[in-house]
DNA sequence: CAGATATTGATAATCTTTATCAAATAATAA
DNA sequence: TTATTATTTGATAAAGATTATCAATATCTG
């Protein structure tokens, strides 16, 4: 549901329409949140950045992740140990396949998820508001070297 | 699957099978673990155990569950802010139901999940180990007590 | 009971995220 | 363009949860 330069000019709007100043530090994060499809860690931002600023500080990504997560342009994926990883490409709740050898997150298609949240709110009584769905295992490239190291492939 | 006294004895069996011994305080842990519905944080297991054992130390409870976790006997329910809590009723994949409000943590009988994992599988390519099912909301109790915060309730 | 090993309690270390604050910058209007 | 004001930045300290360390203690086996 739109392209990178549509989510960019989306979270501009919301920028300008909540009285936030448009700083480079700020554009360039967006920048990278929006063209990344990796679901990149605050870290992997701030070394992404360190090209174009050399004097940008680590504060500075966490600020604009938590803003823009408050503003809803982004999507936080986050795990007890700390490396919590960022959707700007979808900022609504989707599922998520991550591998657990490499750490790479990918988005599956998948349908039939709006019946379960009827569900949960049947069984519970919870009002719901939003839901996480994360699926872990090994993904294609590490299956793969993992046949080569045990000799198995070809 | 299974009664708390089950859960108990087998959780029992596993740490024989695994040469850990039974201390007094690792069996306090495992019995608050299987009788607790309340998904507990480490501090709360903690709290609850400084009646019958003013002595025990926080790094014992968190070393308990590390060990039960590497069992498979616990399901960690991690959470980024740190707040994690855990399931020794139900140590595989289930789906909760969380209050935002009140962090209380309920198990919804929920069915059709076995085919949303195949159907990752094909879209991914990726070995599918284990899942993870959260629906974030306000329970009953929240949404009563909200209601008559604002008048609206009888 | 004795010996070997695992566990405990107390505390330091680690690591990610948040808070602090002076200096720098963006937005606005004169 | 420049001045004014509020926001943002960079650097660093602080916070908070989990893990590591290590001597003392307790369990298990025989
Ligand atoms: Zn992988
Ligand atoms: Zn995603
Ligand atoms: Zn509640
Ligand atoms: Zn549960």
Redo the contacts between chains.
């Keep these: 549901m739109g392209s990178p330069q549509q989510r960019y000019q989306q979270i501009l709007c919301k920028l300008r329409e909540s009285n936030h100043k448009l700083t480079p530090q700020r554009l360039a994060i967006i920048d990278i949140l929006v063209h990344s499809r990796s679901h990149p860690t605050v870290e992997a931002i701030f070394e992404m950045l360190q090209e174009d600023f050399p004097t940008m500080s680590l504060a500075t990504v966490y600020r604009n992740v938590v803003l823009l997560k408050s503003l809803g342009e982004v999507l936080?994926i986050?795990?007890?140990?700390?490396s919590?990883r960022y959707d700007g490409n979808k900022p609504y709740p989707h599922?998520h396949?991550i591998?657990?050898r490499c750490k790479k997150i990918?988005d599956?298609?998948?349908r039939?998820l709006g019946n379960?949240?009827a569900?949960?709110?049947q069984?519970?009584?919870?009002?719901?508001?939003?839901?996480?769905?994360?699926?872990?295992?090994?993904?294609?490239d590490c299956?793969q070297s993992e046949n080569q190291t045990k000799g198995v492939g070809r």
């Design positions: 936080e986050g795990f007890p140990d700390g919590n599922p396949a591998c657990v990918v599956p298609d998948l039939a379960l949240t569900q949960v709110r069984r519970t009584g919870f009002k719901i508001l939003t839901h996480r769905l994360d699926f872990f295992g090994v993904c294609r299956l």
